[in-house]
């Protein structure tokens, strides 16, 4: 662990010649890359969590044209931490209370540390045995901590977004219309398609639909229960009414752990409505399908088991950092059916020992594959199962007092349900000039400028039957029980600005 | 740079408790994964470059069920090298010559780590203000380097799989059939839609087209030149007998480097019936582009400045890590009207100083965006323009003295011009017994299989003309000229070897 001195003029003896960085160099720089992040996590609440960078600051702190020459490693992370930190929205700050957190933890840091020298692109089994073979191990595990039938089959792709395209490029083609052949256009004989969700079903799906060709029309968005879950009812109606006038429904979206409030779909009913008009259910679970892990939540999961896919994303609620979505489904023919397309040039040679063993591009769009498994099993390996559940239970604790606090003082009023660690709420003075939806709005917009302007913590917002909501969610692995009284105090000081400002 | 002593039972304190692992503990294993990084580094060309491991057999060493209590990060690493290492093909290795390399160099490698523990999500400007505006930079950088229209954007994807479909996405928009509102499905008055590119083109593009719901019909292959490029008269032709047919022509895709023989297509022609069809002219310079940056190639790229998008892969020719590709597109509001849609909870709460600025979610499919402009950069700067130059300059150098080896040896030949650095040549023993194409390719087939026994260098292969053909590319940051003279001592052996057996 000994560190070479830096030469005089700051360049690595390699770096004016042919090659790479040579090993000295490598050690050094890696090892001061190491206190550098070390340091980064260490400090990281003491910067505020939202970053305060105008638009342009960074831009403007950079040079218009890239350089000729080489540049000394050094100057390099010295502009890291002159511009870019201090331009940087904190995802692992402990306040970060905004959208669905995103914890990098120490042992998925490592993973992706590694995974990014092996560099290896598992787009065939070849071309990467351990990281197409530890896919589906730690996917395997993944199942069985979340209570997944054992059957399924997980890949992992970069996000939900995409996970959630190639379910419904499968459910498309299962179909049946001969789609990946003969496409969607100019086929008179074709009836429009549709995808089914509720309202708060998350926006990736309709840019799916629209992607696959579908258009936003394609997608159906079903009403929901008072506590913002799909109506199984409003969906079988929904269907039988497209039916009659011409549409095929091939897909239906559950979500568990909608992104506004992180309502729960009734999963099994739903599954009742697909099996009767022999659509896909495709399970949204990006966020809620993690909370599983610990056993007293798995009912979140029930009827899950009878979907034709679901996707889960780690990167969301198991601690790895982006990218890592997890898309299982029961068939995974049904993929290759939609995607496999092999050209000369990555058709095995001979009677390759890797076949047999599922090649990673067939199951998907991108042909690269990035090793992410690996920051996923060294995490699980790390925490455990039971420290996996307990972190996931503390998180549904830390929500559940928030919701207390919303409950407990005046002037506050919680706007939805808590069934997972998020908190929708709002400030609502006292008083009878307050009974109005426009100026409660625009106060609590207010409340949210006056928190971000404090940066303290970050909570982000969303619309709750139309009514402008703060939103905390509780996910960062670095958060504790002194963070929510911090959140707390800064809500309430937050509140006061914004009355004040009236 | 101290280490902290692990404790005796191998788990770090804070490891059962909640939280992240604790800063100690995170220095200590920081410093242990560099040396073991470094070492991978220093050793990788001692190891057989592609992996020897049996199917099946890393699944086979790892637990088949997740841990339920935490492990010692000790272990796990211990497993890395154990299990992981030896299971992977290894894309660092000098002797990759296989497909088109990837090259983690130094300073990507140092950017990937730092990117993993800031864990950035540049979504929206807000959550990555530094993120998206560095891809901004970085990527006008390129656009500089390569000598495309400094008014072009780019934005970063994962791999050209994902910039090829969010290209013609925006094609199959900006054709003015309203597809992204209504779709394609169940409507008589809609054409059938085609894309065009030519036999050698990536097989990434018929996915798209496939994913985009236009079908394997909705993509044509023109045949191509002796040369293997695209013939634009006969797109022409293709073109105008398919209006007549009914089709819709909406796209075009030339490629600069195509996978076999990495030929070039007459882009200036091409745009040119783009113009008179008023079809999206999309350039896949995924591996071509990066070759620009040694202005002596730059003339690759003549007729790219007229072309609506282009995409260029640095994980391929740049030196960075999977995964870093660039989609450039001339217009950005096309993508914009071919994927925003923004719901609440992503609506700004108030005039964000960051409206104005693009939110990268709105530039393709994916919502989450890694920090992948990071290591780009670092890379850039780290090299020089001059640095990349000369290393893009000695790789073209070593393939073309791979085809001098290939034309001046008896018995070799050579398959296709070599206008980059991948050479398509086979073995082709003296006599006339050996004018047999069948023949000649099992015998190649057996060439190939005694190089990968061989365990020294790694050659991919593909088909030119229908003929099989061994396929060597250089690309390998680590590739040396004595690495081409080991390749061909081992290509002789190699082609001695299924002689023998046959």
Not at 468 to 478: D, S, T
Request: glycine share 8%.
């Amino acid at each position: 662990m000994e560190a070479d001195e830096p030469p005089a003029d700051g360049l690595d003896p390699a770096q004016l010649g042919l090659g790479d960085m040579d090993p000295a160099a490598f050690r050094r720089h890696g090892h001061a890359v190491v206190e550098s992040v070390a340091r980064y996590l260490e400090t990281v609440a003491d910067r505020p969590p939202l970053a305060r960078c105008a638009p342009g600051a960074v831009r403007a702190d950079l040079p218009a044209h890239p350089p000729r020459s080489p540049e000394p490693l050094e100057a390099i992370l010295a502009d890291v931490e002159r511009v870019i930190i201090p331009g940087l929205t904190h995802w692992s700050h402990p306040r970060f209370f905004a959208y669905f957190a995103s914890s990098a933890s120490g042992p998925a840091i490592l993973g992706e540390w590694l995974a990014a020298a092996f560099n290896a692109n598992a787009m065939l089994w070849r071309t990467g045995p351990a990281a197409t073979e530890l896919e589906g191990v730690v996917t395997a595990w993944l199942a069985e901590l979340m209570g997944l039938p054992p059957a399924w089959v997980g890949h992992i792709n970069d996000t939900a977004s995409v996970s959630t395209l190639v379910a419904l490029a499968a459910a498309r083609e299962a179909a049946g219309l001969g789609v990946g052949e003969a496409g969607l256009a100019g086929r008179p004989e074709l009836p429009p398609l549709r995808v089914y969700g509720s309202t708060e079903t998350h926006s990736s799906v309709a840019k799916a639909v629209v992607t696959l060709g579908l258009g936003r029309r394609g997608f159906r968005a079903v009403g929901c229960d008072p506590s913002y879950r799909m109506d199984p009812i409003l969906l079988a109606r929904a269907i039988a009414e497209d039916r009659r006038a011409g549409w095929r429904p091939i897909a239906v979206v559950a979500t568990v752990g909608t992104t506004s409030t992180t309502s729960c779909d009734p999963v099994a009913a739903i599954a009742d409505v697909c099996q009767d008009a022999g659509a896909w259910l495709h399970v949204d679970a990006a966020y809620g399908g993690s909370l599983a892990l610990a056993p007293e939540h798995r009912a979140l999961l029930q009827g899950a088991e009878r979907a034709d896919s679901l996707v889960v994303n780690p990167h969301k609620g198991l601690f790895v950092p982006l990218d890592c979505s997890v898309l299982f489904v029961g068939d995974p023919a049904r993929l290759a059916e939609a995607f496999s397309l092999v050209p000369p040039y990555l058709r095995p040679a001979q009677a390759s020992p890797g076949r047999g063993h599922s090649d990673l591009m067939d199951t998907g769009i991108a042909l690269g594959r990035r090793f992410r498994a690996l920051k996923l099993w060294m995490t699980l390996r790390y925490f455990g199962a039971e420290g996996l559940a307990a972190r996931i239970r503390e998180h549904v604790r830390l929500a559940q007092r928030v919701a207390a606090l919303v409950d407990a003082s005046p002037g506050w009023e919680r706007l939805a349900p808590v069934p997972m660690t998020v908190v929708c709420f709002r400030h609502h003075p006292v008083g009878p000039e307050w009974d109005d939806e426009r100026r409660l709005d625009a106060h609590n917009r207010r409340v949210l400028a006056a928190l971000d302007a404090g940066g303290v913590v970050f909570c982000s917002h969303t619309e709750v039957d139309g009514r402008f909501a703060l939103r905390v969610a509780v996910g960062q692995l670095r958060t504790t029980a002194a963070d929510i009284e911090r959140l707390w105090v800064e809500l309430e000081r937050a509140a006061a600005a914004a009355l004040d400002g009236t």
